[in-house]
């Protein structure tokens, strides 16, 4: 009868020293979860028991402590990403605006028809930017909200871009460029979007007429299942490109600084391809900047 008694007194003892050690053990976690809510660390949740619930409870208490750390890398970074937009957009407005203040200077004081029309058309010309850095702002702002939804359906490719080089015509013979066009005649029937598609073809030969290139190529090929489209421009200063960073958001070439575009441009063109499950890439070829990009056809 002793024997049992010491035995149960003995299993009283264990368990009330168990229950110490894991009441320790909580108040601990406790304390640990007061101070990373109070602070901002890289500490993740220790423990002395490791076993049983306790290190359960750890484990789970540290896997979602680094999900809400991922959360808040990626909130702040978003929000890094809204303040570097706002920052170069203000930026690239800020020397439009100026100039039509002093445009505006001029037209009012001026009393000769001819220099009136000239401001005039200074203006609208201003204006035109202007409206295009808040489109590319917009369009950039709407493809990387993650649920934007860019509908797709079944369009030929082929089509597409002869219709959107055609609206060009008028632009390059003012510039006195004669483009090299390639066109494979057959049918390139892929998943896209018209609107996307065509972003993306007028994005990437803006960005050679801002860049004053003189000589531009366009071809359209089927690579197997893949429709390959190849933009070409001859340019006087590659080492003012980098090939690896033009389709990074704000990027741009020293010489087209003044130019009318927040940089947005190749960014977007980038966005609309990956929607459209291409691909898009660029590089240097022996004074030539080009640019690729690939789709998956359909049949």
Not at 55 to 79: G, P
Request: with cysteine.
């Amino acid at each position: 009868m002793g024997a049992i008694i010491v035995l149960l007194t003995a299993a009283v003892i264990i368990l009330v020293c168990i229950l110490i050690i894991y009441k320790r053990q909580i108040r601990d976690i406790c304390r640990q979860l007061s101070f990373l809510k109070e602070h901002e660390s890289n500490l993740m949740i220790t423990k002395q028991i490791n076993g049983g619930d306790i290190r359960e409870l750890a484990d789970c208490l540290n896997e979602m402590i680094e999900r809400q750390r991922k959360e808040r890398r990626k909130y702040l970074k978003k929000e890094q990403e809204i303040s570097d937009i706002y920052t170069n957009l203000s930026h690239d407005i800020r020397t439009p605006l100026t100039s039509l203040n002093g445009y505006f200077e001029l037209l009012r004081d001026s009393e000769k028809l001819e220099d009136r029309q000239r401001y005039l058309s200074v203006i609208e010309e201003r204006i035109d930017s202007l409206k295009e850095m808040l489109e590319e702002l917009f369009t950039y702002t709407r493809l990387k909200n993650e649920t934007y939804n860019l509908e797709l359906k079944e369009l030929y490719f082929e089509r597409i871009l002869k219709e959107t080089i055609f609206s060009y015509y008028d632009e390059w013979e003012k510039r006195g460029i004669e483009p090299d066009i390639q066109i494979e005649e057959t049918s390139m029937k892929m998943l896209g979007n018209e609107q996307g598609l065509k972003r993306v073809v007028r994005n990437i030969i803006k960005n050679g007429l801002d860049h004053g290139q003189s000589q531009i190529c366009i071809a359209l090929r089927r690579d197997g299942q893949e429709a390959v489209c190849l933009f070409r421009n001859k340019t006087e200063r590659p080492g003012d490109i980098n090939p690896d960073r033009v389709f990074e958001r704000f990027y741009k070439a020293d010489q087209a600084r003044s130019k009318s575009s927040a940089g947005l441009g190749l960014s977007i063109a980038k966005e609309f391809t990956t929607r459209m499950n291409g691909q898009i890439k660029a590089f240097l070829d022996d004074g030539w900047f080009a640019i690729e990009i690939r789709f998956p056809l359909l049949g």
